[in-house]
């Protein structure tokens, strides 16, 4: 059941080369939800594509993630490309 999933923040790279953050107990399923431009996707990504995945991390509960949301949209972003290439590293 996806609501007793763990929740994650993840990172979009918009075809702009701007960066979104958000939060989701699946991130593949709100990927696709962006991707589609329908309803569900958030309102900064709507004619932004293509969208692509840059970074993901789980967390844990919906509250510790909301926390780590903010602190990543409060980082400059040559710290959130720092966080990308950390990802990219580790894999």
Same mark, same amino acid.
């Not at 399923?29 to 996707?41: D, F, N, V």
């Not at 900064?44 to 903010?70: M, Q, V």
């Given at each position: ?7 994650? !923040? ?16 699946? !991130? &593949? ?35 510790? &993630? ?26």
């Amino acid at each position: 059941m996806a609501s007793d999933s763990p929740w994650s !923040v993840y990172l979009i790279q918009c075809g702009d080369g701007s960066l979104y953050c958000g939060i989701s107990n699946d !991130v &593949a399923r709100r990927l696709t939800e962006h991707q589609s431009q329908g309803p569900k996707c958030a309102k900064y990504l709507r004619g932004r594509t293509p969208l692509k995945l840059f970074y993901e991390r789980e967390i844990g509960t919906r509250a510790k &993630a909301s926390s780590e949301e903010f602190r990543i949209k409060k980082l400059s972003r040559k710290s959130k490309e720092s966080l990308i290439t950390q990802n990219f590293s580790s894999r």
